[in-house]
């Protein structure tokens, strides 16, 4: 194994970790904020927001895209072949679909949720509105991801 393999499976690694991460929050940490009284949800979630923003998560979610391009590039130096385009896919899977949608739709989301007391009217109506809205956007996320360590794998084995 040169560099190049290794970039590949770190690659793989940091956005299954991410799939994984994701899919728990759609399938159960959404569903399960959704069914506590209203005020405990918007304080779990606005908590979660708050404890996400670390050094581990953060270096798994954007060192995985640095590693994408440093990849993506590697392999094309190597070859042309369909490992590379693989690759080239997988890698804009992970930086528009998981990255990109989670800038453009999921941190605003958040933002929004972070200024409102829990307790309060609009409270409610931005509640109901971020978790079908942020958990739709999160789904997109965890197939991106999914997706991406799928062609990382299949890219990797196609030149090994």
Not at 39 to 52: K, R
Not at 86 to 102: E, F, P
Request: glycine share 10%; aromatic share 12%.
């Amino acid at each position: 194994m040169d560099l190049v393999d290794y970039l590949a499976v770190a690659c793989a690694v940091g956005s299954g970790l991410m799939a994984g991460f994701l899919f728990a929050f759609s399938n159960c940490v959404m569903k399960a904020l959704g069914r506590l009284p209203r005020e405990q949800g918007i304080a779990a979630m606005q908590a979660i927001n708050v404890a996400v923003i670390n050094r581990w998560f953060l270096s798994v979610f954007f060192g995985s895209a640095a590693l994408c391009v440093a990849a993506t590039g590697g392999a094309f130096v190597r070859s042309t072949g369909a490992g590379a385009w693989l690759m080239l896919a997988g890698s804009a899977l992970y930086v528009v679909g998981t990255i990109g949608v989670t800038v453009r739709f999921n941190v605003p989301g958040n933002d929004a949720l972070a200024s409102i007391e829990p307790s309060s009217v609009e409270g409610a109506r931005v509640w109901v509105e971020y978790l079908a809205r942020w958990t739709a956007w999160n789904h997109i996320r965890a197939v991106a991801a999914v997706a991406a360590t799928t062609l990382f794998v299949l890219g990797r084995q196609s030149w090994a």
